[in-house]
């Protein structure tokens, strides 16, 4: 029944332009957006992730990096090192901090750093992060570009004057973008006195991580360690709890879009063809047959708009990524799989309908003229 | 052999006082090879009468058997086999599938009943050969001619093997010379194909390729004459 469907679709070239333009566009809409949340989720807990620490140490009940402030006494190391299986513990200072750059609201997230190279910047593309002095500043190549700055100009950051040593990637996560300080500058700047805000442990290979995590737990009552995975995870968080409703209720409607467009075309041209279709019933063709017929026209425009509208998701997801850089999209082929299962549902949804309208037209009637 | 026998068949639609007895107690066999025109005024039931000995319509009362098997009994999910492959239809408006060409309209009844394609397809091309269509495999019907939507229709119909044709006013969407193309070969289908006929017309030159012609009126057969089907087939047979 495969030929009879395809010519049928293909003869109605309006209604299969119809069908396939409103799934491409369910599908562009929930590849998109979904692609923007992966991005963002990606880039959120991209820095954390590149800095080689096996376990994070914060102040007991504080949350993530972003929205809470984590205090620790900054002469804690000892402690740790005196834990079996710890091989190194480095300071952590990092703190957002917001100032006017040309007339224009910042966002950075200042990130302390020293030679160790223990929370060195994501990825450098120009410069580099080596024996920084104060007064100097690495930048993310997002602000470089929109402040129209280069390695060696100065600007005001609440009263300090800051020169522009390095600039690096990766440090644009959308509500800010990191920058790199050295780790005095950092404190000073955050007013921190005797205090840092997070340890990066690294233990000995071949320890076992969760013994040493609860180890420090029982020995040092006012920390809480996080696993690598755990911290990047809560730094994501901040962008999974706010956003995924909104996400959520967007992939609904381009669900809902998809399913409506391709079963009313379905439906229409049923319609149109019901003659048709009752004519095959008089000649011997049975419900089921007739039935596959629909769903194999469904399906194909199903799958010829999901073709159509994730090539044209890659193709804006890059453009807009070309031409505003802050705009980051990541399209996973996981994604890819479950949208184009989406698709399958609502092509299936689509043909329900007409299927039953099939199954209800009398072969008797093609005798009537 | 009796292809088609029907007896004591009645169907009545609606109810109460917008009651019909569309047809009334009808009994009537039907031979291999044998054409049966039947003929009768508007409404006299003789579309109801056909309907049901193709299998799409229950009767109220009374029995179709079709090759023995009493098909009016049979099941709804049952009944789609025996059209496929007991019977064949020719309408009036030809009802080609728009979509598809001349061979491919030919090749459904095949493909439905569980031939390959291609294999499909080289029996439809085979069969409208035979009716003189092979230039026109691949027209859409929309640029066939109205005698050859019937002669396609009617190598649709055949294609199965069926043991009975059923044709409901074949010509009378045609012009009278294509008229009568479709009459010969509707009598060839009888006397070559062995294939019983039955058709429904308001069209008396059908008088010519029948056996019998029935007289149909408010639903009952009021008389049987002979048709002329003996001295048309000669006439095909020998030029
Ligand atoms: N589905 C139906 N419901 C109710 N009445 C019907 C239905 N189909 C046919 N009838 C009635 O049954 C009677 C016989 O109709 P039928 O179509 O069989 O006649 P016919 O002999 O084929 O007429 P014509 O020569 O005009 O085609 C008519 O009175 C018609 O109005
Ligand atoms: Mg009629």
């Known amino acids: ?369 | 052999m009796a292809i088609l026998e029907i007896k004591n068949l009645t169907k009545t639609y609606g109810s109460g006082h917008t009651k019909v007895k569309a047809v009334d107690n009808v009994s009537l066999e039907v031979n291999e090879g044998e054409i049966v025109l039947i003929m009768g005024p508007s409404g006299s039931g003789k579309t109801t009468l056909i309907t049901m000995a193709g299998a799409l319509l229950k009767p109220t009362s009374g029995d179709i058997f079709l090759k023995g098997q009493d098909i009016s009994k049979l099941s709804e999910k049952q009944l789609p086999k025996v059209r496929l492959q007991e019977l064949g239809f020719v309408f009036q408006s030809f009802n080609l599938l728009a979509s598809l060409t001349a061979q491919e309209n030919v090749a459904i009844p095949l493909i439905a009943a569980g031939h390959k394609k291609s294999k499909a397809l080289l029996k439809a091309k085979e069969a409208l050969e035979k009716l003189s269509l092979g230039d026109r495999l691949n027209n859409l019907p929309r640029n066939l001619s109205g005698g050859e939507k019937q002669r396609v229709s009617v190598a649709r119909a055949l294609v199965n093997d069926p043991g009975i044709i059923l044709a409901d006013e074949p010509t009378a969407n045609l012009d009278s010379k294509t008229g009568h193309e479709v009459m010969e070969l509707l009598c060839s289908v009888g006397c070559q194909e062995k294939k019983a006929v039955v058709i429904v017309s308001h069209d008396g030159r059908l008088k010519d390729i029948a056996n019998r012609v029935i007289w149909f009126e408010d639903g009952r057969i009021t008389k049987i004459e002979d048709g002329k089907h003996n001295q048309m087939c000669n006439h095909i047979v020998h030029g």
């Open chain 1, 1 to 369: 029944m495969f030929f009879i469907a395809i010519k049928n679709l293909f003869q109605e070239k309006t209604k299969l332009a119809i069908s396939v333009g409103g799934v491409a566009f369910a599908v562009l809409l929930i590849i998109i957006i979904n692609g923007v949340y992966q991005g963002f989720n990606e880039k959120m807990g991209a820095y954390p992730k590149s800095i080689p620490a096996d376990l994070w140490v914060e102040q007991k009940g504080v949350g993530d990096m972003y929205h809470t402030l984590s205090f620790l006494p900054d002469n804690l190391e000892w402690q740790f090192l005196n834990i079996d299986g710890v091989q190194s513990a480095d300071k952590y200072l990092g703190k957002q901090v917001m100032f006017d750059l040309k007339g224009k609201d910042q966002t950075l997230f200042i990130v302390g750093i020293d030679n160790s190279g223990a929370t060195k910047p994501y990825k450098m593309v120009e410069g580099s992060w080596q024996n920084l002095q104060n007064g100097q500043i690495i930048i993310d190549k997002t602000m470089a570009k929109e402040a129209k700055l280069n390695i060696g100009d100065t600007f005001d950051m609440n009263g300090q004057t800051l020169e522009v040593r390095g600039i690096a990637s990766g440090g644009n996560v959308i509500s800010f973008k990191y920058a790199y300080v050295t780790y005095d500058q950092a404190k000073n700047m955050f007013n921190l006195g005797d205090k840092v805000n997070f340890y990066l442990l690294k233990l000995k290979s071949g320890s076992d991580v969760s013994q040493v995590k609860s180890d420090i737990e029982s020995n040092i009552p006012e920390v809480k360690v996080l696993t690598k995975d755990q911290f990047v995870d809560t730094s994501r968080k901040v962008v999974t709890e706010s956003f995924l409703p909104i996400i959520a209720v967007l992939v609904a409607i381009g669900l809902l879009v998809g399913t409506a467009v391709i079963g009313l075309t379905t439906y229409s041209a049923t319609i149109e063809k019901s003659r048709e279709y009752g004519v095959m019933k008089a000649i011997g063709l049975s419900n089921s047959q007739l039935s596959k017929t629909v769903i194999i026209q469904s399906l194909v425009s199903g799958i010829i708009g999901y073709i159509v509208g994730a090539i044209l998701a890659y193709v804006i997801g890059f453009l807009s990524e070309s031409i505003v850089s802050s705009f980051v999209t990541q399209i996973r082929p996981i994604d890819l799989l479950w949208v184009f299962g989406a698709t399958i549902l609502m092509s299936l949804i689509g043909a329900y309908i007409p299927m039953k309208r099939i199954s209800s037209i009398d072969p008797a009637e093609v005798f009537k003229s």
